[in-house]
């Protein structure tokens, strides 16, 4: 016989009321009244009539979170993999649910909306990572509560790193190094976060002693597994760099491996520096300096923004702008220019 939430109570000597707010973890109830109500409710096997609830509510308690590949490998790039453990684990201390919906070329081509926005079936969507700027646009304009996490849209809820501040600062640190020719190297992709570093690349050039007609910005490759290959032509050149900054951690990792199959030392030859501080940056040789995020306040913060924005969805506004500031961690992957 299935018990009721009226049995739960009685047998718990509480109000119904405080069943249901330690089923779904809110309001106030001692962690006594906690236990004694979780206890009653294994031994009777009851279960939250979620179905019942959402109908009263007219909420899901789920959320949609939507990456583009090229730019947001949730499933092979640590940065990510860190990301989505945050967003998961503030969604579930919030009793939310999570669906993934990668987004395609072909859906990029057609102008679709994921398939668990299109439907209705999440109370709110989280777009993960960069987006064509057209889609990312299109996804802010829904109407829903729409947060995007590590890019950004123009009017959007958006939570970001501050990357052309970072780069710019990283550009005075190697300027004091003694560098005067620097190459920066980023993929291909339409990306908001590589426009920014790259900004903060070009503003570190002209402010900070630079030689300007040899620091050049290279994105010719798509794949992790062609930067190697560009590597190669940039080492060809007459006048090498002494230092290389990378679009991420993930880059310049491929970028130190390559110079090592090459027989170039990192860094007495050429120095390199990555962004992200994924954990894998201090553990390649050399350690590798990079610029760190903190990724997991990124996807808690992401996550308690769309919660608010779910909660006052009545009165949605838009345009709410959370910003990061990375900090430099120096390693052994850069180092003084040689004379």
Do not use: W
């Amino acid at each position: 016989m299935k018990v009721s939430i009226k049995t739960i109570a009685k047998l718990a000597n509480c109000s119904t009321a405080t069943v249901s707010n330690v089923l779904n973890n809110k309001g106030m109830f001692s962690m006594q009244t906690r236990n004694r109500v979780l206890d009653i409710v294994r031994k009777n096997n009851y279960t939250l009539n979620s179905a019942g609830r959402n109908l009263r509510t007219g909420r899901s308690e789920t959320i949609g979170i939507t990456f583009y590949r090229p730019n947001a490998d949730i499933f092979r790039h640590e940065f990510y993999l860190i990301m989505m453990s945050a967003l998961e684990r503030t969604m579930a201390e919030n009793n939310y649910e999570i669906i993934l919906s990668e987004y395609t070329d072909t859906m990029v081509e057609r102008r679709d909306l994921p398939p668990f926005l299109s439907k209705g079936k999440v109370d709110g969507t989280i777009v993960l990572g960069g987006f064509p700027s057209e889609i990312t646009k299109m996804l802010a304009e829904t109407g829903a509560p729409v947060v995007l996490l590590d890019t950004y849209a123009e009017n959007a809820d958006c939570v970001i790193t501050d990357n052309r501040t970072a780069v710019e600062n990283l550009m005075l640190e190697i300027s004091k190094l003694g560098h005067t020719h620097v190459e920066y190297f980023g993929s291909s992709i339409p990306d908001y976060n590589t426009d920014m570093r790259i900004q903060g690349f070009l503003s570190g050039v002209e402010k900070f002693g630079f030689d300007r007609s040899k620091c050049k910005v290279r994105r010719n490759f798509t794949h992790i597994e062609s930067v190697g290959r560009e590597f190669k032509k940039t080492l060809e050149q007459s006048n090498r760099p002494t230092v290389i900054v990378a679009s991420n951690d993930k880059v310049a990792i491929a970028l130190i491996k390559s110079a090592q199959e090459l027989g170039i030392d990192v860094p007495n030859d050429i120095s390199i520096v990555g962004f992200d501080d994924i954990p894998m940056a201090s553990l390649v040789s050399p350690a590798l300096t990079t610029i760190s995020t903190d990724i997991s306040t990124m996807g808690r913060t992401a996550a308690t923004m769309l919660l608010d924005k779910i909660k006052a969805s009545n009165k949605l506004s838009k345009g709410e702008l959370k910003v990061l500031m990375p900090k430099l961690v120096m390693r052994s992957s850069l180092v003084k220019v040689k004379k």
